[in-house]
């Protein structure tokens, strides 16, 4: 039976939150839009008609679907060259989606999203339904094939799993364009001991390349490790110059809620760096540089006012 305009109407009002539901799932943009789509086309071959409940037919079947996505991504990640970090969304995305309470933008910050990956594809379903959306158990249950004991003692297992991995404080715009000032001025300095002075003893550095661009498969670990990577990472010379494809312009910006350095050559992002930031200082640098994560992202910042960069790079 052929969908009426009605029908399309009520599935593309439910897109946003669909999609942004399938980004924390997924972690990815692109699987997320290519999970809601397939998502309409089981919503076009059903007889709407006889759907009760609209909102949660389609988020029982888009979280299903991501289920399983979740479960070949993890045998998929065990091959993926390097790190692996989430596909990040610039400031201004929809897909992000609500930003009301500071549980909804810390639920999609890239630090949680990395965190996420430790979590079974049950646990990360139902944390994400309840954190970011405030499904109830009730429903999260009926979503699942659970019960609502279940749905409860799984949340607060999956919550506990995250905090312990030393989820990110939140700081103000001002605050964090600060940090980001004195961490740039620290990188470009030639010196190691500044930035040193910004990082937390057991700060971290990550990179994703995909095997498409350099990055190194291990962690640099601790503040003097990282400090001297990043010291190398901004300093000039033909090599970077080569492997960026040009001179990089630097913008501050924010990336899934979090302080970020957008590297952008020739208005191609080629480089996303979010900034874990504690009281202490900076905990973790989470770069991705991975081409195919960056599609979106070079999307959004062709359709935005970014202002003038910080520097120009190398």
């Given at each position: ?6 029908d ?9 939150r ?9 972690g ?11 998502t ?8 709407v ?9 389609l988020?029982k079947?888009?979280?299903?679907l991501?289920?399983?996505q979740?479960t070949?991504?993890?045998a ?19 897909m ?6 500071a549980e ?21 379903a ?10 109830p ?26 905090a ?11 605050a ?23 990082l ?18 291990k ?36 990336a ?6 957008v ?11 979010c900034l ?10 989470r770069?991705?540089v ?25």
């Open positions: 039976m052929a969908l009426t305009m009605n399309v109407d009520r599935f593309e009002a439910s897109r946003p669909l999609e942004a539901i399938a980004y924390r799932l997924l990815s943009a692109s699987e997320a839009e290519d999970a809601v789509q397939e309409f086309l089981r919503w076009q071959a059903a007889d008609g006889h759907i009760e409940l609209p909102e949660a037919w988020t079947v888009l979280t299903n991501c289920l399983n979740l070949s991504a993890r998929r990640r065990e091959t993926y060259v390097g790190q692996w970090l989430p596909e990040p969304l610039l400031a201004g995305d929809p992000l989606g609500p930003a009301d309470t909804q933008r810390e639920s999609v910050s890239y630090a949680v999203l990395a965190l996420l990956e430790r979590l079974s594809p049950g646990e990360r139902v944390y994400v339904l309840r954190e970011a959306f405030g499904y158990h009730r429903e999260i249950a009926e979503i699942l094939d659970l019960t609502e004991a279940a749905s409860q003692q799984i949340f607060h297992r999956a919550k506990k799993h995250v312990d991995g030393k989820a990110r404080t939140e700081i103000d715009e001002a964090a364009r600060r940090i980001i000032d004195e961490f740039l001025a620290a990188a470009t300095s030639g010196r190691t001991e500044p930035l040193v002075r910004l937390t003893q057991d700060a971290v550095a990550i990179g994703d390349g995909g095997g498409k661009v350099p990055a190194r498969a962690a640099f670990e601790g503040a003097l490790a990282v400090a001297k990577f990043m010291r190398g990472l901004f300093k000039p010379g033909k090599a970077q110059r080569a492997l960026a494809g040009g001179s990089p312009e630097v913008y501050a910006t924010t899934n809620g979090d302080p970020a350095v590297a952008v050559v020739d208005g191609r992002v080629i480089a996303v760096m874990d930031i504690t009281p202490e200082g900076i905990a973790a640098f770069n991705q991975n081409p195919d994560k960056l599609e979106r992202a070079t999307r959004r910042w062709a359709a935005a006012d970014h202002g003038e960069p910080l520097l120009k790079a190398f």
